[in-house]
């Protein structure tokens, strides 16, 4: 299984960016997939999850961050929305989760090469 993230950048405070990370290896197109990031400093942490039609958020990701897939190309994304300085970070994709929960980095075997998402203030 690869997963291969694009889409970020830098940008303003205030701006958004779409995440795409697409999965070759396996069809994923109910499957968890999962978006976690990791700051300087800091653990990796859980933004957001999608599986079959049920998604789920961290508290910091809830009303400006949206995950949504599309089945048929086999890409998760994220679309990050009224940016904070504080979402600066690496941003990785994850999938092939194992019994553990949506929300534990653990949980999941195969991992994106991860992408920098940079906000100025």
């Known amino acids: 299984v690869q997963l291969v993230e694009s889409g970020g950048g830098l940008v303003q405070a205030g701006g958004s960016l779409r995440l795409s990370c697409v999965a070759s290896g396996r069809n994923f197109s109910t499957a968890p997939m999962g978006w976690f990031r990791q700051a300087p400093g800091k653990e990796r942490e859980f933004v957001a999850c999608i599986s079959g039609s049920r998604t789920y958020y961290a508290d910091s990701a809830k009303g400006r961050f949206t995950i949504s897939r599309d089945s048929a190309k086999n890409t998760v994304y994220l679309q990050v929305n009224s940016l904070k300085s504080e979402d600066t970070a690496v941003y990785y994709c994850?999938?092939?989760?194992?019994?553990?929960?949506?929300?534990?980095?653990?949980?999941?075997?195969?991992w994106g090469q991860g992408i920098q998402v940079t906000v100025s203030s």
């Open positions: 994850a999938a092939e989760r194992n019994s553990g929960s949506v929300y534990f980095a653990d949980s999941y075997e195969s």
